[in-house]
């Protein structure tokens, strides 16, 4: 079992940075596909960036590229996600999550079909962001 600890989250003014952390409890990110998903209040938890165990291939929502970078550390077992030009909409629960397959989770959001939470084996517990306006 894989346990993942997010961290990072705050409140921020729209335009600011934050970077959220998910430290995880033994090797993890070498070995699996990994990402970020966020939940508003009253929303669906949606998708925000994966990377793949190779960190070779990223991939991130329309509504964050180009402001978000997801990375990992494997020497220290860490997933970041890097938040630039930060928008109140931005504001959520941010939650680490690795396990599922990048490829077939890329291949459903290309085509416009929401990703199957279901096959995703690891959840961290969430860190809160607020970004005011």
């Known amino acids: 079992q894989v346990q993942l600890v997010e961290s990072g989250g705050g409140l921020v003014q729209a335009g600011g940075s934050l970077r959220l952390s998910c430290a995880a409890s033994r090797r993890t990110f070498s070995s699996y596909d990994a990402g970020w998903f966020r939940q508003a209040p009253g929303k669906e938890r949606e998708f925000v960036a994966a990377?793949?165990?190779?960190?070779?291939?990223?991939y991130y929502a329309d509504s964050v590229k180009g402001r978000f970078t997801i990375s990992t550390d494997n020497a220290n077992n860490t997933l970041y996600l890097q938040m630039n030009s930060l928008e109140p909409e931005d504001t959520a629960v941010y939650y680490c999550a690795a396990g599922f397959s990048f490829a077939n989770m890329v291949a459903r959001l290309r085509v416009g079909i929401s990703p199957f939470l279901g096959q995703v084996r690891f959840w961290g517990q969430g860190t809160h962001v607020t970004v005011s306006s």
């Open positions: 990377i793949s165990w190779s960190g070779g291939n990223t």
